[in-house]
């Protein structure tokens, strides 16, 4: 999961970009990474990499491309 929390210079294409060249090809690479924008109210969240496909593949798909998700149903985990 990777976070970010601003509206103007972050963008799901430039984070998967970045990203697949550094674990693409790893033997250790995580099987799902997903962008959460917690900028928004609700938070969107993309799928960044999925088993084999990225998010320039689920784009060009018919599927959802993002999903919002309500930051109120989070449990805390700590005292913090």
Not at 32 to 47: I, M
Not at 52 to 65: N, Q, V
Request: proline share 8%; with cysteine; glycine share 2%.
């Amino acid at each position: 999961m990777l976070e970010e929390n601003d509206i103007q210079l972050t963008n799901p294409s430039l984070v998967m970009d970045a990203y697949l060249p550094l674990v693409k090809d790893r033997e250790d690479a995580p099987d799902e990474t997903y962008l959460v924008a917690t900028c928004f109210d609700p938070w969107h969240v993309w799928p960044i990499w999925i088993g084999s496909r990225s998010y320039a593949d689920i784009a060009k798909s018919d599927e959802t491309e993002h999903w919002e998700f309500d930051a109120a149903k989070l449990l805390p985990l700590t005292d913090r």
